[in-house]
């Protein structure tokens, strides 16, 4: 491990190899669906909304069913229980997500052309960071939707956190969170990027054994 | 054994008896017999399966029954039979404010009774398009409901000219023209006074030609025609074969008054009137027609070729044109049969002009040129509807029944009893070029003894009957707001009706969409109160005005939620409106006294509706 690491420095000039400059191809490819299609979905089911009302959370914007109409109605529904109104001047995301994922797929486009390992290792570092700080901020707007409550709403309930993956039942509502297929898109590009380096280091070894 | 001779003249006598009493002591049965015959054998789990609708599921059919004297239309689904909605035409609804906000107050225009007769959904090429359904009222007065929202856009009326408007509101194949008649003819203008003794000659009866706009629906006056005064009684429009044409029964031929059972009761034949509507279309454009009331009224007599008189036997009520327009039946409700006229008979004769007299100038047909059957229907035949297999259905109000018979063999092949008295009956799209079968429902004038009792203001019937098979069979028994005359049943799908008010089509000029433009301005002693409903606050929560102000109160539901409704009401006051989701209305008043009036939304909407109430301030003047 030591040797690979003071190895290193020689290596990220590495030529990454063909399969992993087309896996890294394909992960640009796989990114450009996460600037339109939607990140994140909220379904909500209720005896008096048996069709469900629904939030979906996209790169740049909030889009809900009925033409928007689903948003209006969680908020009038949020505001007896005293939560901050869901609007899209809340997420500052919005504003740099799309030009993040535009950003990422210029190096990933670079690093398939130069075609150097150490490309791929920032790109792996980067990509790592980026779905872990959209992840974890997403995470924490959830939380802070259902806790920092208006006090002098006219129903109390204790502070919450809606579901960030996966069902929660809230009052009357059944809520289910899963991950829309601009998410799926981006853990597809990862894993292409994850296969690049995999496939490239693995080469490395195999180019590097006889110059030893 | 030997037997006395007294034995056996006790055994005689003994058998004798007996005999008398088998021949003489029969009694009376406990039920009518024959009515025991017509009971339908009806099975009990195939009626039940075949009308149930599951909670949740949906009705097949939307039946428009009309609220007779109530002034209203009742919606029904078929085959559950169950009431869906209320439309409130020519009568204040309080449970959806109709008649107590502004404009819907105004369209009632001061009368708060209607007799609501006969629906009429409108048509493209002769079959039902959805988009309307026009309801007529005794008082000349037509009704537009868009069935886009369920709502009562417009009322045309009083028509000039036009007394007891019960002939209404068959519309033309393509909804260019529905028609008003009168029923009980007056001397016109309206305004004219003259003695009932003079009737036969200076009483007139008007029908009226009422065109209507095809892209918005909206009716005026077309033309009008003078008649002879006898009672118009219903109509139908020709279709496909006799497009163009409208027919028109009238009884009480006999020109007569008084105790009009008797007197109008007395000539074996009555009359069908054939109205040639294109050509009255063209003489009214050409400005023909003499000013009475205001409008231009046509006179057959000095413009020949508009109307024709078609005997037809006795005392004819319905007049019902077959599918493919080709036959014309009439029902003269005091024989045992319904007539027939064959359309290419009826022009032939037109042409040939095949005469036997006149009625004011007005031609009267030969009754043998122009019929093809008098069909043995049963006793007191009034309506007729079609399957699409070329059968009719005729309604039997004597014989309390339903005739099924074949159109061209003339044969009477079924009957099944109504309880009780039918008067019109509604097959599913049964007037149109495409009838579907399937459902027939019987709308009776009694019902006694078949429902729970309720005390002598009983509701009326409506019958359910399969016709899918040879034989109908009765599946289920309805009981209906007073008072079903006629209905009419539409496929749902052709139906499309929306759910709110979307935003962006709300152009009320009094609409606001946010609370914080909501507020009181005065000019002078009006004030007007921009108010928002919206879960759970009437916005604003309270104003203040001075005695002897007028008030107008805007109301703007900013809801985009289906089912979202919210109400306003001020105590002690008469008012009380509802809102739909996106909906803006107004109501107007003068406030007398002073003091404090509450407010509130009448209509429960959320967890919070009953904090959804306000206070009108009212300060004394001085």
Same mark, same amino acid.
């Given at each position: 491990m030591w040797r690979s690491l003071t190895l290193l420095p020689g290596t990220l000039d590495a030529p990454q190899g063909l399969v992993p400059r087309g896996l890294v191809l394909a992960a640009a490819v796989c990114l450009l669906p996460a600037l339109f299609t939607p990140l994140w979905k909220m379904t909500m089911f209720a005896p008096q909304y048996p069709d469900g009302l629904e939030l979906s959370i996209y790169s740049h914007k909030l889009d809900s069913g009925r033409g928007g109409q689903d948003a209006k109605e969680i908020n009038l529904l949020n505001h007896y229980i005293g939560m901050r109104e869901i609007a899209t001047e809340d997420f500052d995301e919005f504003k740099w997500m799309p030009f993040m994922i535009g950003g990422l797929v210029i190096l990933f486009l670079r690093a398939a052309v130069l075609g150097r390992l150490g490309h791929l290792i920032d790109l792996v570092a980067l990509f790592g960071y980026f779905s872990l700080y959209g992840m974890g901020s997403f995470a924490y707007k959830l939380y802070a939707y259902g806790h920092h409550l208006d006090p002098s709403a006219a129903v109390k309930v204790g502070p919450f956190t809606p579901p960030f993956f996966g069902y929660k039942q809230l009052a009357n509502f059944e809520v289910y969170s899963y991950p829309g297929p601009a998410t799926y898109a981006l853990a597809a590009a990862g894993a292409c990027l994850v296969a690049a380096l995999f496939v490239a280091w693995r080469r490395r070894d195999v180019a590097a054994v006889p110059s030893q | 054994m030997k037997m006395s001779k007294k034995s056996l003249i006790q055994l005689a006598s003994v058998a004798a008896l007996l005999l008398v009493a088998v021949v003489f002591g029969h009694c009376a049965p406990s039920a009518p017999q024959r009515a025991k015959s017509m009971t339908p054998v009806s099975d009990v789990a195939i009626a039940a399966q075949k009308t149930y609708v599951a909670p949740g599921d949906l009705d097949e059919y939307y039946l428009f029954s009309s609220g007779g004297h109530s002034g209203q239309v009742y919606v029904y689904g078929v085959p559950s039979m169950r009431h869906l909605s209320t439309i409130p035409v020519f009568t204040p609804y309080p449970a959806t404010g109709y008649g107590f906000d502004d404009d819907s107050k105004k369209m009632l225009g001061g009368l708060t009774w209607g007799d609501v007769h006969h629906p009429s959904l409108s048509e493209t090429k002769g079959d039902y398009d959805g988009r309307w359904l026009f309801v007529n009222e005794m008082n000349g007065r037509l009704a537009r409901i868009d069935l886009r929202d369920f709502k009562t856009k417009q009322i045309l009326g009083p028509i000039p000219n036009i007394s007891g408007n019960h002939a209404s509101a068959f519309v033309t194949p393509n909804t260019e023209y529905s028609m008003m008649a009168s029923r009980f003819s007056i001397p016109i203008p309206k305004g004219t006074a003259v003695d009932v003794d003079k009737y036969a000659s200076l009483y007139k009866g008007v029908v009226a030609g009422i065109k209507i706009d095809p892209q918005s629906g909206t009716m005026s006056l077309g033309f009008e025609i003078l008649l002879p005064p006898f009672d118009w009684d219903l109509g139908d429009a020709g279709k496909l074969a006799s497009d163009g044409w409208m027919f028109l029964t009238a009884y009480n031929s006999e020109r007569a008054t008084g105790k009009l059972e008797v007197t109008s009761t007395q000539r074996d034949r009555d009359y069908i009137a054939a109205i040639n509507?294109?050509?009255?279309?063209?003489?009214?454009?050409?400005?023909? @027609? /003499?000013?009475? @009331?205001?409008?231009? !009224?046509? &006179?057959?007599?000095?413009?020949?070729?508009?109307?024709?008189?078609?005997?037809?036997?006795?005392?004819? #009520? @319905?007049? /019902?044109?077959?599918?493919?327009?080709?036959?014309?039946? @009439?029902?003269?409700?005091?024989?045992?049969?319904?007539? !027939?006229?064959?359309?290419?008979?009826?022009?032939?004769?037109?042409?040939?002009?095949?005469?036997?007299? =006149?009625e004011d100038g007005i031609p009267v047909l030969k009754y043998e040129s122009i019929k093809d059957a008098e069909v043995p229907v049963g006793l007191g035949p009034l309506h007729t509807q079609f399957g699409p297999d070329g059968f009719a259905y005729t309604s039997l109000f004597v014989d309390s029944a339903i005739a099924k018979w074949k159109l061209g063999t003339w044969e009477v092949v079924d009957k099944v009893p109504m309880s009780y008295s039918i008067g019109?009956?509604?097959?599913?799209?049964?007037?149109?070029?495409?009838? &579907?079968?399937?459902?027939?429902?019987?709308?009776?004038?009694?019902?006694?003894?078949?429902?729970?009792?309720?005390?002598?203001?009983?509701?009326?019937?409506?019958?359910? !009957? &399969?016709?899918?098979?040879?034989?109908?069979?009765?599946?289920? %028994?309805?009981?209906?707001?007073?008072?079903?005359? *006629? $209905?009419?049943?539409?496929? $749902? %799908?052709?139906? #499309?009706?929306?759910?709110? *008010?979307?935003?962006?089509?709300?152009?009320?000029?009094?609409?606001?969409?946010?609370?914080? %433009?909501?507020?009181?301005?005065?000019?002078? %002693?009006?004030?007007?109160?921009?108010?928002?409903?919206?879960?759970?606050?009437?916005?604003?929560?309270?104003?203040?005005?001075?005695?002897? =102000?007028?008030?107008?109160?805007?109301?703007?539901?900013?809801?985009?939620?289906? =089912?979202?409704? #919210?109400?306003f009401a001020i105590l002690d006051y008469n008012i009380n409106i509802v809102v739909d989701p996106g909906e803006t209305k107004t109501v107007t008043f003068k406030v007398q006294n002073a003091g404090v009036f509450p407010y509130y939304c009448t209509n429960f909407c959320s967890a919070l509706h009953q904090e959804m109430q306000g206070y009108l301030v009212v300060k004394p003047r001085g």
């Open positions: - | 509507w294109r050509d009255a279309e063209k003489a009214a454009a050409e400005g023909k @027609g /003499d000013l009475i @009331g205001g409008v231009k !009224v046509l &006179d057959p007599a000095k413009v020949p070729g508009l109307v024709y008189l078609m005997p037809c036997g006795k005392s004819p #009520h @319905g007049v /019902d044109v077959s599918p493919d327009g080709k036959y014309v039946v @009439g029902s003269g409700k005091l024989q045992g049969v319904t007539t !027939v006229f064959n359309f290419e008979k009826i022009a032939t004769a037109i042409r040939n002009k095949d005469f036997t007299g =006149d019109h009956l509604c097959a599913a799209e049964g007037d149109t070029v495409s009838p &579907d079968g399937k459902w027939l429902v019987g709308l009776n004038k009694l019902s006694h003894g078949r429902h729970l009792p309720v005390g002598p203001s009983q509701p009326e019937s409506s019958q359910l !009957v &399969d016709i899918t098979e040879e034989k109908m069979k009765l599946v289920y %028994d309805a009981f209906t707001e007073p008072e079903p005359h *006629y $209905a009419q049943m539409i496929k $749902a %799908d052709k139906v #499309h009706p929306i759910e709110v *008010y979307p935003k962006e089509e709300n152009k009320h000029p009094l609409a606001i969409w946010d609370v914080k %433009d909501a507020g009181l301005t005065r000019s002078g %002693d009006k004030v007007t109160v921009k108010m928002v409903a919206v879960r759970s606050t009437l916005t604003p929560t309270a104003f203040e005005v001075k005695q002897g =102000d007028t008030v107008t109160v805007a109301l703007t539901n900013i809801e985009q939620t289906t =089912d979202e409704l #919210h109400g």
